[in-house]
């Protein structure tokens, strides 16, 4: 009964973790981390935790809190990936999964994998199907721990250059709108050159507009001249 509590509980966290101030989740997942690694925990219970360690890669963590967040993700996905059982086992990988293609935190990803499980990870990220030892050799430790660190460093690298593909995209669309505003400045400008010229057929400009509009011919000459356009009639 307990247990069903504490899994609709940590159900719930996961569901609502998006909408609650960064301090609380870190704190919850320092309280979920002493609650994962104590022995003796229902299976249900670290099932239900891996729910809500897959949501962590996308938190926006500050610099007093990354340390404290880091210490307690890692232990958590090292505790849980070791787990003796298949089924919390699956349930870690998959939330390790999930973590590890969305966060910024790369060069601690290596820390959540026990050594002796590199080879296991490595072949679940690359969804290989699982193999016996019968199947051919193993690698060694220290290959299969290079490997995942190639692969942690490609994740780390398609996620920069993703960045930079939405910078440039952003930077495009600035321009595309600067250029628009640019457009729209200049009709504007047409349109009130035509209501002054049809006001002065009518009546004389006051001074308060002709003064306005030589400051405006300063400012106009200037800019066409700082962009080396011809400012003579054609």
Not at 47 to 70: E, M, W, Y
Not at 83 to 106: D, G, I, K, P, Q
Not at 132 to 146: E, I, P, Q, Y
Not at 153 to 164: N, P
Request: proline content about 3%; some cysteine.
């Amino acid at each position: 009964m307990v247990c069903l509590l504490v899994c609709d509980v940590l159900h719930l966290i996961s569901v609502a973790m998006a909408m609650l101030p960064i301090q609380e989740v870190v704190q919850v997942l320092i309280q979920l981390n002493t609650m994962v690694t104590c022995s003796g925990q229902a299976n249900s219970v670290l099932i239900s935790s891996t729910r809500i360690l897959a949501q962590c890669g996308t938190l926006n963590v500050p610099d007093h809190l990354k340390v404290k967040f880091i210490q307690s993700i890692v232990s958590m996905f090292h505790h849980l990936l070791s787990h003796a059982h298949w089924l919390v086992h699956h349930h870690a990988a998959e939330a390790f999964r999930s973590f590890a293609e969305v966060t910024s935190y790369v060069e601690d990803l290596e820390k959540c994998i026990p050594t002796d499980l590199c080879q296991i990870i490595e072949d679940f990220l690359n969804k290989v199907p699982f193999r016996s030892s019968s199947d051919g050799a193993l690698l060694t430790r220290d290959a299969t721990c290079s490997r995942l660190r190639t692969r942690l460093c490609a994740i780390k690298e398609l996620k920069q250059l993703m960045s930079a593909q939405r910078d440039e995209e952003k930077c495009l669309q600035q321009m595309e709108s600067s250029v628009q505003c640019c457009t729209r400045g200049v009709s504007l400008l047409k349109q009130g050159l035509q209501e002054l010229q049809k006001s002065q057929q009518a009546t004389p400009l006051p001074n308060d507009v002709i003064s306005q509009l030589t400051l405006f011919h300063k400012d106009l000459y200037s800019f066409l001249s700082m962009h080396n356009i011809n400012t003579e009639p054609t």
